[in-house]
């Protein structure tokens, strides 16, 4: 089966920089997705790693390391509107299965 | 250009009742997956459809059923609804292609209570 683990809670300044880390136990999967959920809203895409490295989607990066079992997201400048829960997802088969944690809230303060 | 959309926004039912969940996927989208999210946890996989057959199936009872139509739209039905399945029911809509793996939009969800 597959297993993930990310913080529960993580709080930051506005401007500051927030590292969200993701392992994982799993037997074989095609990539590591990220999502921000705001509060009552839906899950929306924030990034994909299919390969080692990082991925940079303008404030957001995501870094995959699968010999590590490890990724994370990385949001850079923090404001006010980025306090969300943030989602890792396992892409688990080749039909888009995805396994979520269970997040990561992410609380940005003036 | 639509997002996908769910219907209703919230219900609520009785503990033994049977509920059926609608969603309509994003214009262009031809797979439709379910998922169930309680409070402070990340959504749960349920199951996918595509061409009108179910792909894929998450670790939930035969109480939980699905239809796809033949506009991709898609149902999502509970039988003997108990007080656990009391969640946030969300859809996702995506491609059949190697960015639809990954890349799914949500809709709003439907708010489930069981009472």
């Known amino acids: 089966g597959q297993s993930l683990e990310q913080p529960s809670e993580v709080t930051a300044v506005e401007g500051a920089i927030v590292q969200i880390n993701c392992t994982y136990q799993t037997s074989g999967f095609y990539g590591l997705s990220w999502y921000q959920q705001h509060d009552g809203g839906a899950p929306t895409f924030l990034s994909y790693n299919a390969l080692d490295g990082l991925e940079e989607t303008g404030r957001f990066s995501s870094f995959l390391s699968r010999s590590d079992s490890y990724g994370y997201l990385l949001l850079q400048e923090l404001q006010m509107k980025d306090s969300a829960s943030y989602f890792c997802?396992?892409?688990?088969?080749?039909?888009?299965?995805?396994?979520f944690g269970a997040g990561t809230q992410v609380v940005v303060t003036p | 250009d639509a997002g996908v959309t769910q219907s209703p926004t919230h219900l609520i039912k009785t503990r033994g009742q049977q509920v059926t969940l609608r969603c309509s996927p994003k214009?262009?989208?031809?797979?439709v997956s379910w998922y169930q999210q309680a409070l402070g946890q990340g959504p749960q996989f349920i199951f996918q459809?595509?061409?009108?057959?179910?792909?894929q199936r998450g670790n939930f009872p035969d109480r939980f059923s699905g239809h796809q139509f033949p506009n991709y739209s898609s149902e999502l039905n509970v039988n003997a609804l108990l007080l656990g399945d009391s969640a946030l029911y969300l859809c996702?809509?995506?491609?059949?292609?190697?960015?639809?793996?990954?890349?799914?939009?949500f809709g709003p969800g439907t708010r489930l209570t069981v009472t």
């Open positions: 996702a809509s995506s491609l059949r292609s190697e960015r639809g793996l990954y890349e799914q939009y």
């Open positions: 997802a396992l892409g688990g088969d080749s039909w888009g299965k995805l396994q």
């Open positions: 459809y595509y061409e009108e057959e179910e792909r």
């Open positions: 214009s262009g989208h031809d797979t």
